[in-house]
């Protein structure tokens, strides 16, 4: 069964990625509200823009896209976001994020409540949570959400934007916990290092009583703990180009397994898998792309 398009509210920054390749549209909840719009769902991105040229030109690119502008709000007084990133030889991101910019004053509108009352998930990071303003305004969308709506928790730990005690105070309001497996050993004092996900995710689930937990492993693969069951998919070889946006199109691909297409954790996280390879394979976050009767990506609008 396919579900025609679920409505899923992205909560927290909206930036331009400065990469050395070019400058493309970025930060994690406008990135996984693109895939989100490619792969045939409703995204209602929640963010700031400031009024000015970049600011502009996200807006077109949004618009162009054909993604909902209803969630955007633009500051006077305050500059568009943007991060500086610079590829290591494996083609591994290492950012520096500009502060004091518009998306750390996210504002909700009637729009934004409108969507949130009929959403079938609601997708927040660790990033956006950096400011005071954008916890209170989480708060109140996660107060309006319908209660089986899917609390989705996706964790990046960005120094110096890290603080572990709001990381795990987040968490235990998730009902969907995605992090990378470096940042699940933080959390859990651990050593980092293939094949503890599984551990990791347990006692994630321990500290943080969330229903679900996935971790994913960059070229080893990533797995998904539901209830008590682990699932875990290998990853496939691709000749990376850049990993800018991987894990969010992996997150897109993941929701749209189980909400559009009522697949299983397992089937859910096999098609998030092969979305995020796709995008590791090409430049930066977003690239042009269209779906094939399965839900794949296939190159080209």
């Not at 700031?48 to 054909?66: M, N, T, Y």
């Not at 699940?184 to 293939?194: D, F, K, N, T």
């Not at 697949?263 to 090409?282: H, N, S």
């Amino acid at each position: 069964m396919v579900d025609p398009a679920p409505t899923v509210i992205c909560f927290g920054e909206i930036l331009w990625d400065f990469l050395p390749r070019g400058l493309f549209p970025g930060g994690a909840p406008h990135n996984v509200a693109y895939h989100l719009h490619q792969l045939g769902l409703r995204p209602h991105l929640v963010s700031a823009l400031g009024r000015d040229v970049l600011g502009d030109e996200l807006q077109r690119r949004l618009h162009h896209w054909g993604l909902d502008l209803l969630g955007l709000t633009r500051h006077l007084g305050l500059p568009t976001g943007y991060v500086t990133a610079t590829l290591g030889s494996s083609g591994d991101a290492h950012y520096e994020i500009t502060p004091s910019v518009a998306w750390d004053q996210i504002s909700l509108g009637e729009d934004t409540v409108r969507a949130a009352v009929q959403a079938r998930a609601v997708v927040f990071g660790s990033l956006a949570q950096r400011s005071t303003y954008n916890r209170a305004s989480l708060s109140r969308l996660l107060a309006v959400l319908p209660p089986d709506a899917l609390r989705v928790f996706d964790v990046n730990l960005r120094p110096p934007h890290d603080d572990l005690h709001l990381v795990r105070e987040l968490a235990a309001r998730a009902t969907l916990l995605k992090l990378n497996s470096t940042e699940a050993a933080r959390l859990v004092e651990s050593s980092p290092g293939y094949g503890r996900e599984e551990p990791h995710a347990r006692a994630l689930a321990r500290q943080t009583g969330c229903p679900m937990v996935c971790i994913t492993a960059g070229e080893h693969g990533a797995g998904i703990l539901s209830g008590d069951e682990w699932h875990w998919e290998a990853a496939r070889p691709v000749a990376v180009r850049d990993t800018v946006g991987a894990g969010d199109a992996f997150l897109a691909g993941l929701l749209a397994g189980l909400l559009r297409h009522r697949e299983t954790p397992a089937l859910a996280l096999a098609r998030a898998c092969r979305l995020g390879e796709f995008v590791a394979a090409r430049d930066g976050a977003t690239p042009p792309y269209h779906c094939d009767p399965l839900g794949q990506p296939v190159d080209g609008r």
